[in-house]
Structures are given as structure tokens and as C-alpha cells.
T-cell receptor, first 113, second 116 residues
Framework: DAGVTQSPTHLIKTRGQHVTLRCSPISGHKSVSWYQQVLGQGPQFIFQYYEKEERGRGNFPDRFSARQFPNYSSELNVNALLLGDSALYLC???FGQGFHEQYFGPGTRLTVT | QQQVKQSPQSLIVQKGGISIINCAYENTAFDYFPWYQQFPGKGPALLIAIRPDVSEKKEGRFTISFNKSAKQFSLHIMDSQPGDSATYFCAASIGRLTGGGNKLTFGTGTQLKVEL
């Protein structure tokens, strides 16, 4: 069975630009969460979506937004990119809201220059 | 506010030895404690997890010990192998019954190197 898939693998953007990252959860999983991992640190929670609704939000500015589609895939959008947004963006899927086991994708490495 | 503290930051163990990584948490509402293994350039992989109603859980060479009163939990890797060399993260989340969702709060990570 396919695990969590994310695209693109790598991305280079310029300050002020906008970026969209995509995630497909494990088949049968209905919840998707997004995390930001800065080099040398643990992942930080950004959003959780379940049944197309936002169910949790971390301490990130409004430049960050996300949505979930009817097929449970998700996309993360970041506007007005800053150098500090350079990080590995991870998507995690779980069966449903409140089910703890989360399985991470390989991530998208975003570099902002 | 860092809610999960992890130590040590790095660890070198000889092949066949025991690797021990410790975590402490502050929020007593946490009731799910997973450990993740991450190789360079990859996403974290779920290794093993425990709930606070048990004091120990073992899966193969990996064991979690949990001390609810001390608000601490640890990962033991028995018979450590060079292939175990990776970064390990502890994490915690709040239970489904409270509707707390899936937010995982991670520790800062431990870089483990297993030498021959």
C-alpha cells in the first residue's frame, strides 16, 4: 500500500512569493495534519484537517493556510514568503480525528532565497 | 513554551549496546506518547507508542518506559546496530476523548550514532 505522498520534493522560491504544497494521505485515512520542521529541530504543528474542516491550528501567522479536498488530499499555502519559512514541510495522515497514530510523508523541502 | 523536553541532544553507542533517550513533559493532559525515527532527507517514521495506563511497552528491540508520576518517558534500544543511526524524536498528544485532535508536540530530537 502506498504511504503518504507529498509533492513537490524540493522547491526554491524567492522572498515575497507564494507556494502551494500538496499531500495525499494513506488510503482510508481521513485526517491530514501539516508540520514545519526547521533544520535541527522537531516538527512544529501547523494545521489539522478532518472531513474538509480545520480541526486544529498551531501558532503560525495568517500567511499560512490549508484546505482538504473531498478525496481527503490536502494542500498547504504560504503567502508572502520569508527567509524563515525555509524548512521541511511534513504532511501526516491518520485514520480520523482523535486517532493518535500519525504517519508522515517524506516532506517537501522549501528553500526561500 | 516547550512542553516536551528531550535529552541527550546526541548519543554515541557501540554496536550491541543499549541506547537510552529520555523525555519529560509538562502538560498532564497528554495521554499518547509516540517515538519517531528520522533518517536524513526523510519524514519521521512511527516506531513505538505508549499510553499512560501502562508502564512499559516492548516491540522487538525497542522499549518505552513510562513514569506517570514523574511525567517522564524513555526509549531503550537494545542491541543497537549501525542501521539504528538516525535522529529520534519523542512526542506527545492529547486524547481523543477530549476532542483534542491529533496535534503532536515534539521534543527537540536526539542524534544517535551506533559505532562498529
Amino acid at each position: 500500500d502506498a504511504g503518504v505522498t507529498q509533492s513537490p520534493t524540493h522547491l526554491i522560491k524567492t522572498r515575497g512569493q507564494h507556494v502551494t504544497l500538496r499531500c495525499s494521505p494513506i488510503s482510508g485515512h481521513k485526517s491530514v495534519s501539516w508540520y514545519q520542521q526547521v533544520l535541527g529541530q522537531g516538527p512544529q504543528f501547523i494545521f489539522q484537517y478532518y472531513e474538509k474542516e480545520e480541526r486544529g491550528r498551531g501558532n503560525f501567522p495568517d500567511r499560512f493556510s490549508a484546505r482538504q479536498f473531498p478525496n481527503y488530499s490536502s494542500e498547504l499555502n504560504v503567502n508572502a514568503l520569508l527567509l524563515g519559512d525555509s524548512a521541511l514541510y511534513l504532511c501526516a495522515s491518520s485514520f480520523g480525528q482523535g486517532f493518535h497514530e500519525q504517519y508522515f510523508g517524506p516532506g517537501t523541502r522549501l528553500t526561500v532565497t | 513554551q516547550q512542553q516536551v523536553k528531550q535529552s541527550p541532544q546526541s548519543l554515541i553507542v557501540q554496536k550491541g549496546g543499549i541506547s537510552i533517550i529520555n523525555c519529560a513533559y509538562e502538560n498532564t493532559a497528554f495521554d499518547y506518547f509516540p517515538w519517531y525515527q528520522q533518517f536524513p532527507g526523510k519524514g519521521p517514521a512511527l516506531l513505538i507508542a505508549i499510553r499512560p495506563d501502562v508502564s512499559e511497552k516492548k516491540e522487538g528491540r525497542f522499549t518505552i518506559s513510562f513514569n506517570k508520576s514523574a511525567k517522564q518517558f524513555s526509549l531503550h534500544i537494545m542491541d543497537s546496530q549501525p542501521g539504528d543511526s538516525a535522529t529520534y524524536f519523542c512526542a506527545a498528544s492529547i486524547g481523543r476523548l477530549t476532542g483534542g485532535g491529533n496535534k503532536l508536540t515534539f521534543g527537540t530530537g536526539t542524534q544517535l550514532k551506533v559505532e562498529l
